[in-house]
């Protein structure tokens, strides 16, 4: 699976939109991009994935860059209950790894300010 | 609405017990996952499931084992627990083809 790299932290105002950046420059052409985020304290919640076209659904838009190599994550109008850990995943939908475990890197932690 | 749900949020237990953790799943999915977080080491591989019977081991199944009788559920045994087995426990599943997870809300599992 491609690397992607993350910023450590980000703080968002309550009501904005929050836009969470991911760069995976190595992806390749059957690796899809997924978002998870994870609640203090309990378990990882899926939110999308793409891999060419823009995304949308009811938590969040995800806009993939056309080279692929960087990838955003938007939540429109962001509420406290968004604070959270948010991790970019990059994978081969037809597992390259027999297993289809994830690896989560780091992540960005998002803090959303009243 | 997809559902995974786990027997407990928090679990005490003395060095030698035998554990069991629980998983459920209600979304007919045929892979299941066990995993454990830990800070600074992230998600890591205990055991997964292809399927009713069958079983894997992750990265790191030692002092671990797994049981799945019946598709919906998947068990996590530890036969003697340690005080290196402290840690939160997630449980995931998805459907064969696809590699959309879902997990469950964890077991924050505490070993004195």
């Known amino acids: 699976d491609a690397k992607t790299t993350q910023p450590t932290s980000m703080d968002c105002a309550e009501g904005r939109a929050a836009n969470l950046p991911c760069n995976h420059s190595t992806i390749s052409g059957n690796e899809y991009v997924y978002w998870y985020r994870q609640i203090h304290s309990q378990g990882p919640q899926y939110i999308i994935h793409g891999l060419k076209n823009n995304e949308t659904n009811e938590m969040a838009s995800l806009i993939i860059t056309e080279d692929r190599k960087s990838s955003t994550l938007i939540l429109p109008h962001a509420t406290l209950r968004d604070t959270a850990v948010y991790y970019c995943?990059?994978?081969?939908?037809?597992?390259?790894?027999?297993?289809?475990?994830?690896?989560f890197g780091q992540g960005t932690t998002l803090q959303v300010k009243p | 609405d997809v559902k995974v749900t786990q027997s407990s949020r928090y679990l005490v237990k003395r060095t030698g017990e035998k554990v069991f953790l629980e998983c459920v799943q209600d979304?007919?999915?045929?892979?299941m996952f066990w995993y454990r977080q830990d800070p600074g080491l992230g998600l890591r591989l205990i055991y997964f499931?292809?399927?009713?019977?069958?079983?894997e081991k992750g990265d790191i199944p030692e002092g671990y084992s797994v049981s799945r009788e019946k598709k919906e559920r998947f068990s996590l045994i530890l036969e003697s627990a340690s005080t290196n087995q402290t840690s939160m426990y997630l449980c995931a599943s998805r459907s064969q083809g696809t590699d959309t997870q879902y997990f469950g809300p964890g077991t924050r599992l505490t070993v004195l």
């Open positions: 979304m007919d999915h045929e892979n």
């Open positions: 499931s292809y399927d009713v019977k069958m079983k």
């Open positions: 995943i990059v994978r081969d939908s037809h597992g390259s790894s027999n297993t289809g475990k994830l690896i």
